[in-house]
C-alpha cells in the first residue's frame, strides 16, 4: 500500500525546528554590534543566499528516480574525492553539532529531575536518557518525528512569545538605531549557518513521496518563518540592551536571553528563557539525527523504508554520545570554529557546484530548474567563496570580530 506523503505544514515546522536552535539565544549579541539595521540587512542576504542553495538541491534531487542523500548527489556530479571531502565535512560537523545538543540536553535533564522529583542526576545520565528516549523516535522515522516536533515546536513558540511579550514592554526604540555596518560582515558566517536546514531536504524529499513542489513550498514556508523569527527576537533584544551591556555579554561569553535575565532581573523571563532553550534543543536534535541517519543509510546503500535503519541509528548516535561525556569542550571549540566552514562548502559551494556540472556537462536540464543560469551560480560562488575566506581567516586568529 502507498503510503500517504507527508504534510506541507510539518515539513515547514521541520524545517524551521531545524534552524531555530539554542544559538539563536545568543545571535543578538552577536548582531547587536553593528546594529539592528545592518544586521537586518545581512540576515536578508543569508537567507536569500541559503533558500536558493538549497532551491538548488531539490532540482538536484530531481536527478534522481530514487530517494538520495547528499554523498550520492556529490558522487554522481564531484566524483570521488568530492564524496570523500563530503564524508568528512558532513560527519565533522554533524557529530559535532549532536554533541553539543546532547551535552546541552543531559544538563537540562538532570535539572529537570532535580527540581521535579529531588533526585541527583548527573549530567551524562541525563545523556543517556535524552538519547535514547528520543533516539528511539529516530529510529521510528520522519512522519513521528514530524507529529512530535509539531508538539515541541508549539511548545517553542509558546515559549517564544512569552518571552518576546514579557520583554516587549521594556524595548526603547532610540536603542535600534545603533549603526557601527563596518562589523556587520563579520556577522554573515553565523548568520549563514543559522539558515543552515538543506540537510534536511533529502529528508524531505523522501517523507513527501519525492514532489519536488511540495518540497519547495515547505523550504519558502519554513525559512520565512524563520527569518520572521529571527527579525523579531531582533528587535525585542536589541531594543532591551544598551550596546554597552552587549558588547560587555560578547567579551565575557554570555548569550542573548541570560543577558536579558540579567538586565531586567525578571524570574518569570528567567523561566520563559530556560523554557525557550529546552525546546530549541530537543527540536534541534531530532532534525540533526534524522538527517545524520538518512545520510549514512545513504553513503552506506541502505534501502529505504518508512523507518530508519537501525544500525544506522546507532552509528549517528553512539559516538556524538561517548564524546560528549567525555570531551564535550573540544567539540565546542570545534563548532565555533569549524562548523561554518563546514556549512558553507556543503551547503553553499557544492551545490552550486553539483548544478554547474549536471546542467552544462551532464546535461540535466530540468524543465523546472532554478531559474538564473550560469550568472546566478557565479555570484552563488563568489559569495560562499568569501564565507569560506572569511570564517579560515575566524578560525587562524580565533575570533569573531575585531574587538570593537
Known amino acids: 500500500m502507498t503510503r500517504k506523503p507527508g504534510s506541507v505544514f510539518g515539513g515547514t515546522l521541520l524545517i524551521t525546528g531545524s534552524c531555530i536552535g539554542a544559538g539563536m539565544l545568543g545571535l543578538p549579541i552577536l548582531t547587536g554590534i553593528p546594529g539592528f539595521f545592518p544586521s537586518s540587512i545581512m540576515f536578508f542576504i543569508a537567507w536569500l543566499f541559503m533558500l536558493t542553495t538549497a532551491l538548488l538541491m531539490v532540482e538536484i534531487q530531481g536527478w534522481f528516480n530514487k530517494p538520495v542523500n547528499l554523498i550520492s548527489m556529490v558522487?554522481?556530479?564531484?566524483?570521488?574525492?568530492?564524496?570523500?571531502?563530503?564524508?568528512?565535512?558532513?560527519?565533522?560537523?554533524?557529530?559535532?553539532?549532536?554533541?553539543?545538543?546532547?551535552?546541552?540536553?543531559?544538563?537540562?535533564?538532570?535539572?529537570?529531575?532535580?527540581?521535579?522529583?529531588?533526585?541527583?542526576?548527573?549530567?551524562?545520565?541525563?545523556s543517556l536518557f535524552f538519547v535514547i528516549v528520543f533516539g528511539w523516535m529516530v529510529y521510528l522515522g520522519a512522519k513521528p518525528v514530524d507529529h512530535l516536533n509539531r508538539y515541541l515546536m508549539i511548545g517553542k513558540i509558546l515559549s517564544f512569545v512569552l518571552l518576546v511579550m514579557l520583554g516587549a514592554q521594556y524595548i526603547a526604540p532610540r536603542l535600534l538605531i545603533h549603526w557601527q555596518p563596518k562589523y556587520a560582515l563579520f556577522t554573515f558566517p553565523i548568520l549563514i549557518i543559522s539558515f543552515g536546514f538543506h540537510n534536511m531536504i533529502p529528508v524531505l524529499m523522501k517523507y513527501m513521496g519525492g514532489d519536488r513542489v511540495r518540497v519547495r513550498k515547505t523550504i519558502y514556508a519554513g525559512s520565512l518563518f524563520t527569518f520572521a523569527i529571527y527579525l523579531i527576537w531582533e528587535v525585542v533584544t536589541l531594543g532591551i540592551l544598551p550596546y554597552t551591556d552587549i558588547l560587555h555579554s560578547y567579551k565575557i561569553d554570555i548569550d542573548a536571553a541570560q543577558a536579558i535575565r540579567t538586565y531586567l532581573g525578571s524570574t518569570l523571563i528567567g523561566y520563559s528563557v530556560q523554557s525557550l532553550a529546552f525546546f530549541a534543543i530537543l527540536t534541534s536534535f531530532l532534525a540533526q539525527a534524522l538527517s545524520?541517519?538518512?545520510?549514512?543509510?545513504?553513503?552506506?546503500?541502505?534501502?529505504?523504508?518508512?523507518?530508519?535503519?537501525?544500525?544506522?541509528?546507532l552509528l549517528a548516535l553512539i559516538p556524538p554520545l561517548i564524546l560528549s561525556i567525555l570531551y564535550p569542550e573540544i567539540f565546542f571549540q570545534a563548532i565555533n570554529f569549524a562548523g561554518g566552514i563546514c556549512a558553507v562548502v556543503l551547503f553553499g559551494i557544492f551545490p552550486v557546484l553539483m548544478a554547474w556540472i549536471g546542467r552544462y556537462q551532464k546535461k540535466n536540464l530540468l524543465p523546472d530548474r532554478v531559474p538564473g543560469g550560469r550568472l546566478l551560480l557565479i555570484a552563488l560562488l563568489l559569495i560562499a567563496t568569501f564565507i569560506f575566506f572569511d570564517e579560515a581567516t575566524t578560525m587562524l586568529n580565533f575570533n569573531l570580530f575585531p574587538k570593537p
Open 292 to 313: 545524520l541517519t538518512n545520510f549514512l543509510s545513504d553513503g552506506f546503500k541502505i534501502k529505504h523504508t518508512h523507518r530508519e535503519n537501525i544500525g544506522m541509528c
Open 75 to 126: 558522487e554522481h556530479t564531484l566524483g570521488p574525492i568530492g564524496k570523500v571531502l563530503c564524508w568528512l565535512l558532513y560527519l565533522f560537523l554533524f557529530y559535532a553539532l549532536l554533541v553539543a545538543y546532547m551535552s546541552l540536553s543531559g544538563n537540562h535533564t538532570s535539572l529537570f529531575v532535580d527540581r521535579t522529583f529531588h533526585l541527583p542526576l548527573s549530567n551524562w545520565t541525563g
